[in-house]
């Protein structure tokens, strides 16, 4: 069909998109939001999780970011986070982090500084689960302290619990599982997918089903963490402000309603 034939609501659209990226370039697509509207949009954000989230916790650090708060869910008593929490979840993959304790125990979930929750994020404790400085939890991780049902009794829940406890500046890969009275050691990394049901010493990386030593990391070697990218937390946010006028910038009201109704190749 040539461009004559279409409505002309679509032709203004064609006319008006951007052009496709190159075969060879980034395959981001382009944020036609104003530099307005996305200001507005995190004020939003940042409103909903200081009513409907951050009551639900115990304790919580200062500038703690979320991205879709509603898609977060924090049951139960004593869950606390620290310093400049930044949790991203969506509608698909909600993050939830659940203490649900008989009542002859007190659960507890803590989380240090400067860490990272990804989409899917699933952390539940009947015992206790401790989250160090500037750990890496990546997309659907589970983690948890206790199996919930016995193997001879799976009507009646008397979870046995083993504390869990990740170091400083853990990396935990996709869609790995954490299971009861696991301690990983500072630095090290779980690969995605797998399974781990024993300790991992500092400076490992581990992989598989069940996880298996991979590699050593060299402890000398330069290590760079999310407590580093928080060191000037003002500078932190200067910078990411004036990286997003940068990106918006020439972005207007109308082009991004025109993205939204009518969307056109390169949108």
């Known amino acids: 069909?040539?461009?004559?034939?279409?409505?002309?609501?679509?032709?203004?659209?064609?006319?008006?998109?951007?052009?496709?990226?190159?075969?060879?370039?980034?395959?981001?697509?382009?944020?036609?939001?104003p530099y307005w509207m996305h200001q507005l949009w995190e004020r939003f954000e940042n409103a909903w999780a200081r009513h409907f989230v951050w009551p639900h916790f115990a304790e919580i650090g200062k500038e703690p970011k979320i991205v879709q708060p509603w898609a977060v869910e924090v049951f139960g008593p004593?869950?606390?986070?620290?310093?400049?929490?930044?949790?991203?979840?969506?509608?698909?993959?909600?993050?939830?982090?659940?203490?649900?304790?008989?009542?002859?125990?007190?659960?507890?979930?803590?989380?240090?500084?400067?860490?990272?929750?990804?989409?899917?994020?699933?952390?539940?404790?009947?015992?206790?689960?401790?989250?160090?400085?500037?750990?890496?939890?990546?997309?659907?991780?589970?983690?948890?302290?206790?199996?919930?049902?016995?193997?001879?009794?799976?009507?009646?829940p008397q979870p046995e619990f083993r504390p869990v406890k990740l170091g400083r500046n853990v990396w935990i890969g996709d869609g790995a599982f954490v299971g009861k009275g696991v301690t990983i050691g500072d630095h090290s990394v779980v690969g995605a997918r797998s399974v781990v049901t024993k300790d991992v010493e500092p400076w490992t990386i581990v992989a598989g089903n069940p996880a298996r030593v991979i590699k050593r990391i060299d402890p000398d070697a330069p290590m760079k963490t999310r407590s580093d990218l928080f060191a000037d937390a003002e500078g932190l946010d200067r910078f990411m402000d004036t990286a997003y006028r940068q990106s918006l910038a020439g972005n207007s009201t109308i082009g991004w309603l025109r993205s939204r109704l009518w969307p056109a190749r390169g949108d």
């Open 1 to 33: 069909m040539s461009a004559k034939h279409l409505p002309s609501r679509a032709r203004a659209a064609s006319r008006n998109a951007s052009p496709p990226p190159p075969a060879n370039g980034p395959a981001m697509r382009r944020d036609h939001r």
């Open 78 to 156: 004593n869950v606390t986070v620290g310093d400049y929490l930044h949790v991203i979840a969506n509608k698909a993959d909600q993050v939830r982090l659940t203490v649900w304790a008989p009542q002859t125990q007190a659960g507890r979930i803590s989380l240090g500084d400067h860490v990272f929750l990804a989409p899917g994020t699933r952390i539940l404790a009947a015992g206790e689960i401790e989250i160090g400085d500037a750990c890496l939890i990546a997309n659907k991780v589970t983690i948890t302290d206790c199996d919930w049902h016995s193997i001879h009794d799976r009507v009646d």
